[in-house]
C-alpha cells in the first residue's frame, strides 16, 4: 500500500463540499494540513489559490508526493476523492463493474445531490427575495433526490455496495436535512445509513475539522453564505 511522507495540503471550509476532503483524509490515517480559505475576505480568488483552485472554489489539494514523485494539484470534490482512493487504494473497488457502481452514485452527488441541494438553500434561506416557485422546485427536487438515496440503500448498508467515496462524497450533505426542508423519518434508509456513518470515527472527526478555527463572521454575511453552497 501506497504511503505518504509528507502532509498533503488541503484548501478548504466546514461545508458539504470541504467536509468530503476532510472526511477522505481522516479514513486514509494519512499526514495532511489544513488550510482555510476565508470566502468572507476573498481568499478565494487570491492568485495562489486560483492556481491550484482556478474555478475559485473549495475544496482542493496539493499533493507533494503526486505521481512520479513530484507534486500535483487537484481541484473538484470528486477529483480530489478518486484521486486519493486509486493513490491509496482504499475506499474504491478494484473490480471494474464495481468501480462503474461507486462512479455513478459519485457523479450523481456532483451533478445533483449537491448542486440541487446547494439551490434549495440559496432560495429557501439567503436569497434576498422569497420567490415560492424557486423555493418549491428546489425543495421538491431535493425530496425526490433523498427518495432516490433511499431507493437505493433499501438492501445494503452502503451506497455502492461496501463503504466507498460515495458514501464519502454525500454524507455532508444528507445529514443537513433539516435545514433543507425535509422530513428524514420519510427516507428511514437514509436515517439509518446517516447514523451508521455517524459511528465511524473519521466521520466524526471530518465533519468538524475548522469550525473551531477563527474567521470572518460568515453567520452575518449574507454574500458569504450563497458562496458557501455552492462550492465543490
Same mark, same amino acid.
Given at each position: ?8 495540503? @488541503?484548501?478548504? =471550509? ?11 483524509? +481522516?479514513? =486514509? ?15 478565494? #480568488?487570491?492568485?495562489?489559490?486560483? @492556481?491550484?483552485?482556478?474555478?475559485? /472554489? ?17 481541484? +473538484? ?13 482504499? #475506499? ?28 434549495? !438553500? !440559496? #432560495?429557501?434561506? *439567503?436569497?434576498?427575495? /422569497?420567490?415560492? *416557485?424557486? &423555493? ?14 433511499? /431507493? ?5 448498508? *452502503? ?5 466507498? &467515496? ?23 434508509? $437514509?436515517?439509518?445509513?446517516? +447514523?451508521? =456513518? ?5 466521520? $466524526? ?21 450563497? &458562496?458557501? #453552497?455552492?462550492?465543490?
Amino acid at each position: 500500500m501506497t504511503s505518504q511522507t509528507k502532509p498533503i495540503d @488541503a484548501y478548504s =471550509l466546514p461545508t458539504p463540499n470541504g467536509q468530503k476532503v476532510h472526511i477522505m483524509l +481522516e479514513e =486514509l490515517e494519512v499526514p495532511w494540513t489544513y488550510h482555510r480559505i476565508d470566502i468572507g475576505k476573498g481568499d478565494q #480568488f487570491k492568485p495562489d489559490f486560483l @492556481a491550484i483552485s482556478p474555478n475559485n /472554489k473549495i475544496p482542493a489539494i496539493v499533493d507533494p508526493e503526486g505521481p512520479g514523485g513530484t507534486p500535483i494539484s487537484i481541484f +473538484e470534490s470528486g477529483a480530489i476523492l478518486k484521486y486519493l482512493a486509486t493513490k491509496f487504494g482504499k #475506499f474504491y473497488p478494484a473490480d471494474p463493474r464495481q468501480q462503474v457502481r461507486v462512479d455513478e452514485w459519485v457523479f450523481w452527488q456532483a451533478g445533483g445531490f449537491g448542486p440541487m441541494l446547494g439551490q434549495n !438553500h !440559496h #432560495f429557501a434561506l *439567503y436569497a434576498p427575495e /422569497k420567490i415560492p *416557485y424557486a &423555493i418549491k422546485r428546489y425543495v421538491d427536487e431535493t425530496h425526490r433526490l433523498y427518495g432516490v438515496l433511499n /431507493k437505493q440503500l433499501e438492501a445494503q448498508d *452502503y451506497i455502492a455496495g461496501d463503504y466507498s &467515496i460515495a458514501d464519502i462524497m454525500s454524507i455532508g450533505w444528507a445529514q443537513g436535512w433539516e435545514r433543507q426542508g425535509q422530513d428524514i423519518n420519510d427516507f428511514p434508509n $437514509v436515517k439509518a445509513w446517516i +447514523e451508521r =456513518l455517524g459511528q465511524r470515527p473519521a466521520v $466524526v472527526k471530518g465533519l468538524q475539522i475548522g469550525k473551531d478555527q477563527p474567521s470572518s463572521d460568515l453567520s452575518q454575511d449574507k454574500d458569504a453564505q450563497k &458562496i458557501l #453552497f455552492n462550492q465543490r
